[in-house]
């Protein structure tokens, strides 16, 4: 089997959700929002797919130059070719696009076997917990707007089935954001609020100093938290082995520090962190968050997947350690998250009464795509 | 698909390789030698194979029973729920039988899916460079008594197409060794009689001094050896570091050494090798083999596969680093390496002429089972 042509799709949709200036999701008024499928073709007919790949420029005349003539099934070679093409094109190659690549080539071995990939990868477990993860405070009535808010919008999702939630608090552009008391407040607000019914995890704004982030931890150990992110650059790492040493609440990291499963080996050996962390969009791709995976095991060392969506939750489906919980969200109290994706007939993670999300036993990544929407709403413009 | 059945059937078979009293294999007059078919067969008539498996009471009363009822497609859940499970049958479980175990897991799911299972881990190569690993020497004519024996061995090899050669020498218990300065003859004698034209290791004897090691190390350095291996007990990882440091020549390990990834973990992190070591038999498998060499490619460490056969050249085949070279052996100038495997309609692990050994396009491991001559020579007395 060969590759015979990389395609990239863009198309609008409805949205209700955007960016604020510092690139945080919030909802707002419904808009025309844009959303791309890749698709990589094969001379036998069988396609495989991700949503992603932006800039479609990098798809079209960076990714498919590189993959067009291969056979599809050779994943690790195709990753090494893309990830050392990022050397010189990093502006065009990121982590994330490379791993919407290495999902779509996953997803064509799913489907020309018949396989769901969690499968092929070696299966491990059907269903993982998951947990409700909070947009970003605001300052919207009704919003994300207080401690109480938070500790409102907990027991919402408890009452959905959760059995955990994460907090992501107050950060810039608020201009009174971040406020490590604030933050606490609203820690505190949730438990107060759920009691011991949830485990409950803070990721919270990710440039506080030292002496902010070491208050920060002390004070959800006293309300026995289930774990502390990124509070800190990721980038400097002795500041995380500084934290970790002083705190007895896991922290968990790097995500969004770059270097795939090299970082993760270095903050390993440094200590930087009680527990790993990575998602396809981190790290670039299935095939390395496995390699994460087997490294964070090796060493005894459990690792958080980053972000929802099938690459993730196929890659939790064959670890043999935990990733614990599957990161279900942005959820926000004004937005229903299972009317997100009208490009999808169904939803990638359906959520049980128990907080149980299950992963799909369709080939591939289970993508239930309507093509009928995506036609009907491509751009056809050429995109920058 | 759920397992229905595991069984294990040894077989007899003329072979002219036995083993002395401390283990190692020689050439002897043709006897009747025992090699055993593992089976994992499905409700689905789909079965996956292994040889190997002894021995086979532990294949029928400890794995069976954790294996029915079970899907063959979660490779990782078995072998997870194996390895927890040598806790305390370690005399039955060893990472040699789970190994033959998930090998044949692998078998099945490649043969359900029509694929090699290197295509199934995500391939990087179809061909993967040989050597010529020797047996151990002895103090037979025409063998591997002398330094030039080898020198001659290793030239007869370089012809046949291998373009690198590793000498096992001679260990107990022959009376006279080990004899760190006869191992030093053997390698000199090996670089004089095949010039730079290939790449020479050593695998000697295993429980040398601190000081015997280092002083071959620094000889095989004059002589621009490609890598030594494992001279001192593994489990002294100090001895290992104290080695690294003082040698340039990359020291290859741990090989033998229990713990399956954890332990490569380790001496990574002590510096106790500059390249790491494992193969399906070692570590258990296909599954934490993989999980080795992401470990390795975290940390930028070369991992060198050990041994032959199938499971462990599907591995080298789906590694993004290397693994450099496929282990071909033991040989010996008096056998016929091709000739050893009667059970098998094909050998495993065919050689080009520019020394490159081939991965199997067949589904599963590729197995060309001669079930015909299993079932003319099965023992059917119960196995102890």
């Given at each position: 089997m060969?590759?015979v042509?990389?395609t990239?799709?863009p198309f609008t949709y409805?949205?209700?959700?955007a960016?604020?200036?510092?690139?945080?999701?919030?909802p707002?008024?419904?808009?025309?929002?844009?959303e791309?499928?890749?698709e990589?073709?094969?001379?036998e007919?069988?396609?495989g797919?991700?949503?992603?790949?932006?800039?479609?420029g990098?798809?079209?005349?960076?990714?498919?130059?590189?993959?067009?003539g291969?056979?599809?099934?050779?994943?690790?070679?195709l990753?090494?070719?893309?990830?050392q093409?990022q050397?010189?094109s990093r502006?065009?190659?990121?982590?994330?696009?490379?791993?919407?690549?290495d999902?779509?080539?996953w997803?064509?071995?799913?489907?020309?076997?018949?396989?769901?990939?969690?499968?092929l990868?070696?299966g491990?477990r059907d269903?993982v917990?998951?947990y409700?993860?909070t947009?970003?405070?605001?300052?919207?009535?009704g919003?994300?707007?207080?401690?109480?808010?938070?500790?409102?919008?907990?027991?919402?999702?408890r009452a959905?089935g959760?059995?955990?939630?994460?907090?992501?608090?107050?950060?810039?552009?608020?201009?009174?954001?971040?406020?490590?008391k604030?933050?606490?407040?609203a820690c505190?607000?949730?438990r107060e609020?759920?009691?011991d019914?949830?485990?409950?995890?803070?990721?919270c704004?990710?440039?506080?100093?030292?002496?902010?982030?070491?208050?920060?931890?002390k004070?959800?150990?006293?309300l026995?938290?289930?774990w502390?992110?990124?509070?800190?650059?990721e980038?400097n790492?002795?500041?995380?082995?500084w934290?970790?040493?002083?705190?007895?609440?896991?922290?968990?990291?790097?995500?969004?520090?770059e270097g795939?499963?090299?970082?993760r080996?270095?903050w390993?050996?440094?200590?930087?962190?009680?527990?790993s962390r990575?998602?396809?969009?981190?790290?670039g791709?299935?095939?390395?968050?496995?390699?994460?995976?087997?490294?964070c095991?090796s060493f005894?060392?459990?690792?958080?997947?980053?972000?929802?969506g099938?690459?993730?939750l196929?890659?939790?489906?064959?670890?043999?350690?935990?990733?614990?919980?599957?990161e279900?969200?942005l959820?926000?109290?004004f937005?229903?998250?299972?009317?997100?994706?009208?490009?999808?007939?169904?939803i990638?993670?359906?959520?049980?009464e128990?907080g149980?999300v299950?992963?799909?036993?369709?080939?591939g990544?289970?993508w239930?795509?309507?093509?009928?929407?995506?036609?009907?709403?491509a751009?056809t413009a050429p995109?920058?």
């Amino acid at each position: 089997m060969k590759i015979v042509d990389v395609t990239a799709q863009p198309f609008t949709y409805r949205s209700q959700i955007a960016r604020d200036s510092e690139g945080h999701s919030h909802p707002v008024p419904e808009y025309d929002a844009t959303e791309c499928l890749v698709e990589i073709s094969t001379d036998e007919g069988i396609s495989g797919y991700c949503f992603g790949g932006h800039p479609v420029g990098a798809i079209r005349q960076v990714v498919k130059p590189m993959l067009v003539g291969e056979d599809p099934f050779y994943r690790e070679k195709l990753w090494q070719k893309v990830k050392q093409a990022q050397r010189g094109s990093r502006e065009v190659l990121s982590d994330r696009l490379i791993g919407v690549v290495d999902q779509a080539l996953w997803d064509l071995a799913g489907r020309a076997l018949g396989q769901p990939v969690y499968k092929l990868l070696g299966g491990a477990r059907d269903k993982v917990p998951a947990y409700a993860s909070t947009m970003c405070g605001d300052e919207v009535a009704g919003g994300l707007n207080t401690p109480e808010a938070y500790g409102e919008f907990a027991a919402q999702c408890r009452a959905e089935g959760y059995t955990a939630f994460k907090l992501h608090t107050w950060m810039p552009p608020i201009p009174w954001a971040p406020d490590p008391k604030r933050d606490v407040a609203a820690c505190r607000a949730v438990r107060e609020r759920v009691g011991d019914e949830m485990a409950l995890m803070l990721d919270c704004f990710h440039h506080y100093s030292r002496e902010e982030a070491l208050y920060i931890g002390k004070e959800l150990e006293k309300l026995d938290y289930h774990w502390f992110e990124e509070p800190m650059d990721e980038h400097n790492v002795s500041s995380y082995v500084w934290l970790t040493e002083q705190l007895s609440i896991p922290v968990l990291g790097p995500e969004t520090a770059e270097g795939q499963m090299f970082t993760r080996a270095e903050w390993i050996v440094r200590g930087a962190s009680d527990m790993s962390r990575g998602g396809v969009g981190d790290v670039g791709g299935i095939t390395p968050l496995m390699k994460t995976a087997h490294l964070c095991e090796s060493f005894g060392v459990r690792m958080e997947v980053h972000g929802g969506g099938p690459g993730n939750l196929h890659a939790l489906c064959a670890m043999g350690i935990p990733g614990e919980y599957y990161e279900r969200g942005l959820l926000h109290p004004f937005l229903d998250y299972e009317q997100r994706t009208p490009w999808l007939n169904s939803i990638v993670d359906p959520m049980d009464e128990a907080g149980c999300v299950h992963v799909s036993q369709q080939p591939g990544l289970g993508w239930d795509i309507n093509f009928d929407f995506i036609r009907a709403n491509a751009v056809t413009a050429p995109p920058g």
